[in-house]
């Protein structure tokens, strides 16, 4: 009896054994059915949960490897590099704010990591938190890594700081031509409002990498600025066949559809399609906002405008349309409200202009 459960033991550390050989070797079928095997007697094994969960992160099966990850990390709350593996499995998952969180507990437990450090900057980018995305890319350098340098320099350009965009992408340009430097210095100089030098270096990305993400809703929104709208829409047509799941290409070219009095119905198509992957996206229910009321549905017009101001507080267009939208529905002590808001907004947005022309006399 001894010896035969000698036997059994050995098996199973065997069977554990052999999915880490499987998947070195990578021969990552046979190393699940190794691991899964091992755990239906020993479930409480963090490393053959763990490892289970890099088997199936190799294969691209994220969301089943934060299964195994978190399993593992509730047995051993302490053990580091299990945040920094969730951490990988939801940035290939593009769930960017529950990445953050586990770089951010990681780098609590190895604080300079670099990678967590570069994927943690990445994610606030992705989350549209500039500021903080830019003080995170500081935080690697001083740095010759192009990646990171592009990095903090979109998110210097995302938060109003095109000047110390342009000081980071001019180096890189001198180094040799880059599709994505191009890219940014066109957003840099499209937002020092030199329209004809960012389509410039917008179609010389082009020339690089025709199918770079984002380059056509750049190159239409310059010819939008231009008042060229045909060449605008194209632009952003061919963005969305290109990449047809992008939500902003969805936003932008729904709104442009709706406000060149386009179909209005392929536009309001676009815009709830880019709402149903970002429901908080203010432009976007503001736009559909718009549409629906045009089509006498002022309760969904109300949802949007108010979704619209929850993700942006101060955007003027939207509270006036609110108000607008209440007084016609006989609402008028919320009209008043949201007339008072824009009331406030516009009085904020005059009191800013007349200090900086201050600072300059």
């Known amino acids: ?30 190393a699940e059915q190794a691991y899964r095997e091992h755990l239906k007697t020993h479930p409480a094994h963090v490393e053959a949960l763990a490892n289970l969960g890099a ?37 290939k998952m593009r769930e960017w704010g529950k990445a ?10 190895q604080p300079g990591h670099r990678q967590s450090m570069q994927l943690r900057a990445l994610s606030l980018l992705e989350l549209e938190k500039y500021g903080e995305a830019a003080a995170a890319f500081e935080g690697l350098l001083p740095t010759t890594d192009a990646s990171v340098q592009l990095g903090l320099a979109t998110a210097y350009l995302r938060s109003d700081r095109a000047v110390q965009a342009q000081k980071i992408l001019t ?19 499209y937002v020092e409002e030199r329209f004809d030098e960012a389509l410039d270096a917008f179609l010389k990305a082009r020339s690089l990498q025709p199918a770079l ?39 932008t070219l729904g709104a442009a559809v709706a406000m060149s009095g386009g179909d209005k119905i392929e536009a309001e198509r676009l815009l709830r399609a880019s709402l149903a992957k970002k429901p908080k996206h203010a432009r976007a229910n503001y736009q559909l906002a718009k549409l629906v009321w045009q089509n ?37 002590a919320e009209a008043a409200r949201e007339f008072a808001a824009v009331k406030r907004i516009s009085a904020k947005d005059l009191a800013t202009q007349q200090d900086l022309f201050s600072e300059q006399q």
């Open 1 to 30: 009896m001894w010896c035969l459960t000698i036997f059994w033991l050995l098996a199973q550390l065997d069977l554990y054994e052999r999915g880490g050989d499987l998947l070195r070797a990578g021969k990552l079928v046979e």
């Open 55 to 91: 088997v199936l992160s190799r294969r691209e099966e994220f969301g089943a490897a934060v299964v195994q990850y978190r399993k593992a990390l509730e047995l051993r709350p302490g053990l580091a590099p299990l945040h920094l593996n969730l951490g990988l499995a939801y940035f």
């Open 100 to 109: 953050v969180v586990e770089f951010d507990a990681f780098l609590k437990a």
């Open 171 to 189: 180096p890189l340009l001198e180094q040799g031509n880059s599709a994505e430097v191009l890219l940014t210095m066109g957003q840099a100089l």
């Open 213 to 251: 993400p984002t380059l056509g809703l750049h190159i239409g929104s310059v010819y939008w600025r231009k008042k060229q709208n045909a060449e605008a829409l194209v632009e952003w047509r061919g963005e969305l066949k290109r990449h047809p799941e992008s939500a902003e290409a969805q936003f």
């Open 296 to 332: 006498k549905k002022s309760v969904e017009a109300v949802r949007c405008l108010e979704k619209s101001i929850a993700a942006d507080p101060e955007y003027r267009e939207a509270h006036y349309l609110l108000a607008s939208v209440y007084q016609g529905m006989g609402r008028k």
